[in-house]
Structures are given as structure tokens and as C-alpha cells.
């Protein structure tokens, strides 16, 4: 039975006077209060220690990446943050409702996902990653894929810097995607790249994914996404006569394609803040040419109909 079974039972029902087949006395009742009281009040300092232990480690983990991506972001670093610096802090992992399993800081690289070891492992439905890197969640998804009834994935601080780091995502068929707090949430082109990249999705940070959306997604993407199949296509065409054979399974290849890829996506980024940008001032550039060509036009007008005077025409105004 569990701890201070009888004690409990002794306690909590005033009237009862057997139990187990044994009569419940007045100094029994009595001594059992006290052991329920005791043990209530070891178990709520046990609760405590263990919410303020989790609170001192979830904030030396924020501290740590808030330190980590200052640094990096004042440096302009091309590595990721964790490789230039020191350990970060141990990282933890809770579960919650019994489906949800939320991970901290490099809990991913410590939590075991073998089913001995881990029993809830087939029971959880939802994975939610905060302050780790993105580029270290790939390297590390054929981990994530054991738990393989996760339908929904919560991504929050984690260095997500590129639309293309999604596409590695499409393996794990997730149907329910939410992005927050990363720099890649600025950008208006995240949800039709993410639509066309990960097609079993049903709905993207709260909102349902349409089959507007999905065409609308191939629109905008389809010859972006292309290009880079014909980039390869013409190196290897370039590249026979050295006999390099299935030049697009080298890494050299598939670096080129990244890169070139990236490239392209930076520059549809671009073009659309700066057409977000050109929007925006747009009415007043209007304005202002409206009222140069009037006043150019018609400046006698122009000024007495804004309460301004008119120039005097003078003899000097005449001769000239």
C-alpha cells in the first residue's frame, strides 16, 4: 500500500472505528493527525524545493543563451554560438499532461529516447524545444523521430536564422507547427515556405492551413526552388569530361546547392522588405509630387487656395 496508508484513512474519516480488522482508537486518531500534518508539510517543502530548483535552472539557462547570442551578435559570428563558447548549463525536461514533454536547453542531447529507459516515450504527443539552437536540432532529429506519435512541435529561442533549416522537418510529419520568438518569425515569407515544405501540416502557429494557402505557397516558391536543380544540372554537364560521376551525391555539391539556395532566399527577403518599405512611404511620395506640380503649374492658385499671398508684381517683375 502507499505511506501512511492507515494513518491517512484514520485521519481523513471521522467515523470510522475498524480498519483491516482492527478497531481504530481515540490515541491512534490522535497520533495519526499528527503524522498526516507532518507528512503534508514535508511534502509541500519537497514541492517547493523542486519549483525553485527549476526556476534557478531555467533562469541560468536563459541567462546563458541571452549571454551567448549578445556576443555572437555583436561579433557577427558564422558559427553557432555554442561552439565558440563555454558549457552551457544543464539543461532539463518536464512532462505535462502526460503527452507533452517540454525541453530546455540541451535536454535534447541528455534525455535517453529508448523505451526501457523511457517508458513515456510512445505516449507523447506534443515536443516543445526552447533556448537550443536549430542547428543542433537537425543534427539530432533522427532522435526526435523515436518518438514517432508526436504530431505538434513548439520551437521558441532557437537561432532560427533561414527558411531552409525547415526543410529537414518534412521527415517527421508533423501536422501542427508553432514558431515564436526566432528571427526567422519577421519575415512574411515563413508560412507559404513552410506550407509547401512541410505538406502533411494542418495548422501553423494557431492558424489552419488552407488549400488556398498551399497553391498560393507553390506560386511563390515553385521557380525559386527549381533554380537550383538547373544550377547543378549545367555543372555536371561542364564536369564530364573529368569523369566526375554523380557529382550531385558529393558534399561539395550539396553545399553548392545549399548555398546557393540560401543565396536566393536572402534575396526574395530582401526585395520584400523592401517592397514592405515601399508601400509604406508610398502615399506620401504621391503627396509630395502632387503638390510640386501644382505649385509648379499654378502657383498663383496654388498659394491662395493654402492662405498664402501671392507675389506682388512689381516694375522689376514686369521688365523681367
Excluded at 507528512?39 to 523542486?50: A, C, N
Aim: aromatic share 6%; charged share 35%; glycine share 4%.
Amino acid at each position: 500500500g502507499k505511506r501512511y496508508y492507515r494513518e491517512y484513512l484514520v485521519d481523513r474519516i471521522k467515523t470510522l472505528r475498524t480498519l483491516d480488522m482492527r478497531r481504530v482508537t481515540d490515541e491512534e486518531r490522535r497520533v495519526a493527525g499528527m503524522v498526516v500534518r507532518n507528512d503534508e508539510k514535508l511534502e509541500k517543502q519537497r514541492r517547493e524545493h523542486l519549483k525553485a530548483e527549476r526556476e534557478h535552472t531555467l533562469s541560468a539557462i536563459k541567462s546563458s543563451w541571452s549571454h551567448r547570442h549578445r556576443r555572437s551578435s555583436t561579433k557577427d559570428r558564422k558559427t553557432p554560438p555554442s561552439s565558440t563558447m563555454g558549457p552551457a548549463p544543464k539543461g532539463f525536461y518536464e512532462i505535462t499532461d502526460k503527452t507533452k514533454l517540454a525541453l530546455y536547453g540541451n535536454a535534447l542531447e541528455q534525455i535517453s529516447t529508448d523505451q526501457r529507459t523511457f517508458p513515456e516515450r510512445d505516449k507523447i504527443e506534443m515536443l516543445e524545444i526552447e533556448y537550443y539552437e536549430m542547428s543542433r536540432i537537425l543534427e539530432l532529429l533522427p532522435k526526435l523521430r523515436r518518438f514517432s506519435n508526436v504530431h505538434k512541435l513548439v520551437l521558441r529561442h532557437n537561432d532560427f536564422r533561414t527558411l531552409t533549416q525547415l526543410d529537414a522537418l518534412a521527415s517527421c510529419n508533423l501536422r501542427s507547427l508553432e514558431v515564436t520568438d526566432n528571427k526567422i518569425c519577421a519575415t512574411s515569407l515563413l508560412r507559404p515556405y513552410a506550407v509547401l515544405k512541410l505538406p502533411s501540416l494542418t495548422e501553423l502557429n494557431g492558424i489552419k492551413v488552407t488549400k488556398e494557402e498551399k497553391d498560393n505557397a507553390k506560386k511563390i516558391f515553385g521557380p525559386v526552388l527549381s533554380a537550383p536543380m538547373k544550377h547543378l544540372n549545367e555543372i555536371l554537364q561542364k564536369r564530364k569530361d573529368k569523369q566526375v560521376a554523380t557529382f550531385k551525391e558529393t558534399s561539395k555539391s550539396r553545399k553548392i546547392a545549399r548555398h546557393y539556395v540560401d543565396k536566393l532566399m536572402h534575396e526574395v527577403l530582401v526585395i520584400d522588405k523592401r517592397i514592405n518599405k515601399l508601400e509604406s512611404v508610398w502615399p506620401s511620395i504621391v503627396t509630395s509630387i502632387v503638390r510640386s506640380t501644382l505649385s509648379e503649374l499654378y502657383p498663383y492658385e496654388y498659394t491662395q487656395g493654402r492662405g498664402m499671398r501671392a507675389p506682388k508684381r512689381g516694375k522689376d517683375n514686369d521688365r523681367a
